[in-house]
């Protein structure tokens, strides 16, 4: 299992930019972000392949970017257009499969960084 360690939440206004940054211990085949608001399931924000291949949620395809830094092992998370529903805490994660979508398919979770999206 590699050890992940998200940096880059905090406060931000609606409409704003925000960018978060997880850095691996070691290379896994696609590493992605989640995000778990309080009360509510951990969803799929988005996901990037070691060749750069992505997926992301089609609430926040358009507003977010998801890279990838083969060299140092660490992906970044650009938000922009920031909107109140996107406040969560926001969890990176790695697997060996290609882009899945669903928690139970990455074995290596970060503590996860808080997001809050308020005026």
């Known amino acids: 299992q590699v050890q992940l360690v998200e940096s880059g939440g905090g406060l931000v206004q609606p409409g704003g930019s925000l960018t978060l940054s997880c850095a691996a211990s070691g290379s896994v085949f696609t590493m992605a972000w989640f995000r778990q608001a309080p009360g509510e399931e951990r969803e799929f924000v988005a996901a990037?392949?070691?060749?750069?291949?992505?997926n992301y949620s089609e609430s926040v395809k358009g507003r977010f970017t998801i890279s990838r830094d083969n060299g140092e092992n660490t992906i970044d998370l650009q938000m922009n257009s920031l909107k109140s529903e996107d406040t969560a805490v926001y969890y990176c994660?790695?697997?060996?499969?290609?882009?899945?979508?669903?928690?139970?398919?990455?074995?290596?979770w970060g503590q996860g960084t808080q997001v809050t999206v308020s005026s």
């Open positions: 990037i392949t070691w060749s750069r291949d992505t």
């Open positions: 994660a790695g697997s060996w499969g290609r882009l899945p979508i669903a928690p139970p398919a990455y074995g290596s």
